[in-house]
């Protein structure tokens, strides 16, 4: 598999790649507007990434996290543009050091190799318009959105993805993640740019929604709970069996991981 879509929003251009075409999940999206390229896809499709950041000039490289998807080209460009990339603190230092990769992760997108990696500026704009940095973690650490509050777009790295979560990794948090959500959705914008699901017209009525199914999904794996069900009993009533990919992470990323941080959740602090 290779580029699997290009597509163009106005000023922005995106291109879509992946070894597998299994679904959102699998492939990836490399925005580029005006003068900055945000995240760079996964390593083992530089081959086809290479080309799209070579057609035109751009003086920037914002990254959301450090995830294998997102940097895995970031030390590539830089190489091969001189663009340093710009990242979140937490970020920067992630990308120095390293960091390892789950062999399904590595089966899909490849390794991620380390990268000399810059701290935001104090400042953030894409051609001429400023841009607010919004941490998000949850999904992973370090995750930083961008929204362009002008235009009401959101670039939500991993925020959004989709309404309805049905698997969640090892390393990811539920209370975390619903704390980020709540603070995106106080601010106003209408588009979500997420690298894997693509463009998302009312973006933040979608975002909502994912915050009221997970919270609902919390309070009746609590409820379940309360009647004496086990983790995995509750994970086969709400969200069914486990499938292959579970089995085949070893659980790494697995429906069990996503009921079992849904009962850390405090339903309260939301309602």
């Known amino acids: 598999m290779s580029v699997l879509d290009t597509f163009r929003h106005k000023d922005l251009d995106a ?19 005006q003068d900055a390229v945000i995240d760079t896809g996964p390593s083992n499709q530089w081959k086809y990434v290479r080309p799209f950041i070579q057609s035109r000039p751009f003086s920037q490289l914002l990254l959301t996290h450090h995830h294998e998807d997102h940097a895995g080209n970031a030390g590539a460009i830089h190489r091969l543009t001189g663009v340093q990339p710009r990242a979140p603190e937490k970020t920067v230092e992630i990308l120095k050091r ?20 810059a701290p935001l500026p ?98 009746n794996a609590q409820a379940l709970q309360r009647q004496g069900l086990e983790l995995r009993a509750i994970t086969e009533r709400l969200l069914g069996r486990e499938g292959m990919i579970s089995v085949l992470s070893r659980y790494n990323f697995s429906k069990r991981n996503l009921v079992a941080s849904c009962l850390k959740v405090k339903p309260d602090r939301y309602r």
């Open 15 to 33: 291109l879509r790649v992946g070894r597998f075409n299994l679904g959102i999940n699998t492939s990836f999206i490399v925005y580029r507007l």
């Open 98 to 117: 390293g960091f390892r990769i789950p062999l399904v992760q590595k089966l899909i997108w490849g390794s991620a190799g380390r990268a000399d990696a």
């Open 122 to 219: 104090a400042e953030i704009a894409i051609g001429g318009e400023l841009v607010t940095p919004i941490f998000t973690p949850g999904h992973a650490k370090d995750m930083t959105c961008y929204l362009l509050p002008g235009r009401g777009w959101l670039f939500s790295a991993d925020l959004y993805i989709a309404n309805y979560l049905k698997m969640l990794r090892s390393d990811e948090d539920i209370p975390t993640l619903l704390d980020s959500i709540r603070k995106v959705l106080g601010y106003d914008f209408d588009t979500i740019l997420c690298p894997h699901r693509g463009l998302v017209e009312n973006g933040r009525q979608r975002l909502r929604e994912k915050f009221d199914y997970l919270l609902e999904l919390s309070e």
